[in-house]
Each structure stands twice: as structure tokens, then as C-alpha cells.
């Protein structure tokens, strides 16, 4: 028998409804006046059923959004954690960066005696590795010189080198075989957070030439990454 109030069906003979109602129309609900409102069938009104999908498809998306921002965290915090960098192997070199930096496409074109090799970035900083190929004339002057004597020939030419008007002061780094210099330069697309680039020029001389590593950040964010930049080339071993 079908109740008129909330539309269950209960077994034949049974007087009173699992929700407690009357089956009965005679009014009466234990010698008493029906405390309840008649109803017809029709007038029933059965609850709906949740949908469950639309409800699943959006903790899927809510799940997969947090792992991406905590990936993207990570990639960032390794930035500045030195334990998970990686070890990067090219020709001739390896380095040791952040993980969260991707080999990108070559942004300058190589020309006379200078071959650009590799070229990575992430959001924050980037680098990008070139070798030189001494001239003759060149390598009878430079071909045997570690980082200190080459910078002491370097002076002794007269050779000076600006960047947007500023002259590159190089110095050697300490404790270090390679000589650098710092400049802020416009550089589109080097680093993903700024057209505006800090760079740090290295020279890495060896017998037949040298190295040249550039690593770079936002120029805003000088202060805070150019200790992990100079960490990298410090890094920088040849094959």
C-alpha cells in the first residue's frame, strides 16, 4: 500500500506508514483527529537524486589544481635550494642549475670564432653557454693562461668592452678559475618574469680558447638570486 503523504510503499494491512502517517482515509490516527494534511498521490513530492559526476569532475579539478600550484612552488623553492638542483651535460661542459629550468631555443645567432651551445631557463633565471675558439695570434697570447693572468693580459691590451655604455668590469672570482663582470641589460624573453635582465658574464679560459657562460635573472630580483647565480658558475666544469 502506497502512502498518500510521502509516497513509500509499505506491506498490505499495515495501518500506519513508515514515516508514521495513517494509510488509512478514514481521518482517524489513534482514535483521534488526523493531525496530518490530506494529500493526494500526485501531490507527493519525492526527493531528487544528487548527481554524483558534476560533483566528482569538480574534486578531480580542485585535486588537480593543487598539485599543479604545489609543483610550481617546488620548481620554485628548488630555485634556491641547492640540494635539488640538477647536473645539465653538454658538449664539452656541465653545469649544475635549478631543476625547474627547460633547454629553450638558441635566442642569439652564432658568429666568427664563437659557437653559442645551450641555452636553459625557468621563470626566475636562466644561463647560456658559448665557446671561443682562440685565433692563432691569440692563443699564442692567451693559450696557457689560467683566469688570473688572463685577466692581467686582458687590462694589458687596452681592450674595453661596454654593454649599453656600461664598461664590464671583470674581475676574477675568488677561489675560482674564471673571470666575470655584472651589467643590466633589455633582453626579451630570457626570463620569463622581465624584459629587464641582470646578467653575469664569465670567461672560462682553457688552451685552445674559452668558455663564455652567461647567467642571468630579473633585474629586480638582483639581490635575491645573484648569489645563486654566481653558485652556478661556480659549477661550470669542462669535459
Known amino acids: 500500500m ?3 503523504y510521502c ?3 509499505n506491506p498490505d494491512g499495515a495501518v500506519y506508514c513508515r514515516c508514521g502517517r495513517p494509510l488509512t482515509l ?3 490516527y489513534g482514535g483521534q483527529m488526523n493531525p496530518f494534511p490530506m494529500q493526494t498521490p500526485d501531490m507527493v513530492k519525492h526527493r531528487k537524486a544528487v548527481p554524483v559526476l558534476p560533483i566528482i569532475l569538480i574534486l578531480l579539478m580542485i585535486v588537480a589544481a593543487g ?3 604545489y609543483y610550481r612552488s617546488y620548481l620554485k623553492a628548488s630555485v634556491t635550494d641547492e640540494s635539488k638542483w640538477q647536473t645539465i651535460s653538454g658538449s664539452g661542459y656541465s653545469i649544475k642549475a635549478p ?4 633547454k629553450g631555443e638558441m635566442l642569439t645567432v652564432s658568429g666568427g670564432d664563437s659557437t653559442l651551445l645551450d641555452f636553459y631557463t625557468c621563470e626566475e633565471m636562466g644561463f647560456d653557454v658559448s665557446v671561443h675558439n682562440y685565433t692563432d695570434e691569440e692563443k699564442k697570447m692567451y693559450g696557457e693562461l689560467d683566469a688570473k693572468a688572463y685577466l692581467a693580459a686582458y687590462k694589458l691590451s687596452g681592450r674595453v668592452q661596454k654593454i649599453n655604455g656600461q664598461e664590464l668590469k671583470f674581475e676574477v672570482r675568488e677561489g675560482q678559475n674564471y673571470v666575470y663582470a655584472g651589467y ?3 633582453r626579451p624573453n630570457y ?3 622581465s624584459d629587464e635582465v641582470y646578467f653575469i658574464e664569465s670567461l672560462f679560459p682553457y688552451g685552445d680558447g674559452y668558455y663564455q657562460v652567461n647567467a642571468y635573472c630579473a633585474e629586480e630580483d638582483k639581490d635575491k638570486y645573484e648569489e645563486y647565480l654566481l653558485k652556478m658558475l661556480d659549477s661550470f666544469d669542462e669535459k
Not at 99 to 102: D, E, L, R
Open 184 to 186: 643590466n641589460v633589455h
Open 67 to 69: 598539485g599543479f600550484f
Open 26 to 28: 478514514g481521518g482517524g
Open 7 to 9: 509516497g513509500q510503499d
Open 99 to 102: 631543476k625547474a629550468m627547460k
Open 191 to 193: 626570463v620569463g618574469k
Open 2 to 4: 502506497k502512502c498518500m
